[in-house]
């Protein structure tokens, strides 16, 4: 499986930014998908993550009630509707597959990953 994240840029502290992240295989639909981010000097973490189907979601503490993931399974594609931005969400965002049979959205669980999208928020 192949993924290509996009949309991140440039935005002012409180802005809002969508990114998408499309999948090279029909059978994206029946992977869960999680989308991670890195800032400079530190870990890759999670940020949000979304069943198979998209009947359940997942949110780091961070980002609840801010961001919110959700998926076209036609479109072969994931969404992070992100609002309320602040600048500690600068960081450069990846979305990634789940390994089948894998609970829980810890690095090490993640199959695929695409290239990441830049997210800078500016004070």
């Known amino acids: 499986v192949q993924l290509q994240a996009c949309g991140g840029g440039l935005v002012q502290a409180g802005g809002s930014l969508r990114l998408s992240c499309a999948a090279s295989e029909r059978t994206f639909s029946s992977y869960a998908m999680g989308w991670f981010r890195q800032a400079p000097g530190k870990e890759r973490a999670f940020v949000a993550g979304?069943?198979?189907?998209?009947?359940?979601?997942y949110y780091a503490d961070s980002v609840k009630g801010r961001f919110t993931i959700f998926r076209d399974n036609a479109q072969n594609t994931v969404y992070l509707q992100m609002n309320s931005l602040k600048s500690e969400d600068t960081a450069v965002y990846y979305c990634?597959?789940?390994?089948?049979?894998?609970?829980?959205?810890?690095?090490?669980?993640?199959?695929?990953w695409g290239k990441g999208t830049q997210v800078t928020v500016s004070s």
């Open positions: 990634a597959v789940r390994r089948p049979r894998t609970t829980g959205w810890g690095i090490n669980g993640m199959d695929y």
């Open positions: 979304i069943s198979w189907g998209g009947a359940s979601t």
